[in-house]
C-alpha cells in the first residue's frame, strides 16, 4: 500500500504539471515540466530489497523497512530542456500533453481501484465474509 499511496500523490502531481504545460503553451519562452517517479520508485524497490523486485512469496523481516522506504518515494518536477522548440521558445507538444493527462487519467483510475480492493480485503480479513 505505501507504493500505492506514493504513486497516487505522484500521478496527482503529474495531472497539475500537465494542465500547468497545456495552460502555457502559447507561452513564449516556457519550457514544459515533467514528473520524475517511476524510476525513482524503483530504484527504492532496488534499494529496499537489492533485487529489484518485490517479493510475494514469503514474508520477510525486511517487509516493514521496505514498506517505510517506498513510502520516502517522493516524486520529482523537472524542466524539459531536451526537446525541441519552437520559434517563440517554448517547448510544449499539446498533442503530446493531452495523451500523457489521458494515460495519467488510466493510470489514476487503476490505482485507485487496486486501492479499493485492497481495503476489501482488509474489511473482509477484520469482519469476515
Given amino acids: 500500500m505505501a507504493a500505492l499511496q506514493s504513486a497516487l500523490d505522484a500521478a496527482q502531481l ?4 500537465y494542465a500547468n504545460n497545456i495552460a502555457n503553451a502559447n507561452t513564449p519562452g516556457y519550457h514544459r515540466e515533467t514528473v520524475q517517479f517511476n524510476t525513482l520508485l524503483l530504484q527504492a524497490i532496488a534499494q529496499a530489497n537489492g533485487s529489484g523486485t518485490l ?3 514469503q514474508n520477510s523481516p525486511s517487509d516493514l523497512s521496505a514498506s517505510q522506504t517506498l ?11 531536451n526537446t525541441a522548440v519552437s520559434s517563440n521558445g ?9 495523451s500523457g493527462l489521458a494515460m495519467n487519467q488510466i493510470d489514476t483510475a487503476a ?4 486501492l479499493n480492493d485492497q481495503f476489501a480485503l482488509l474489511r ?3 469482519l469476515g465474509s
Fill in 90 to 98: 517554448n517547448n510544449v507538444n499539446l498533442d503530446a500533453e493531452m
Fill in 71 to 81: 513510502q520516502n518515494v517522493t516524486p520529482v518536477v523537472t524542466v524539459d530542456q
Fill in 55 to 57: 517479493s510475494m512469496l
Fill in 14 to 17: 503529474r495531472q497539475q504539471v
Fill in 111 to 114: 490505482m485507485v481501484t487496486e
Fill in 124 to 126: 473482509t480479513a477484520i
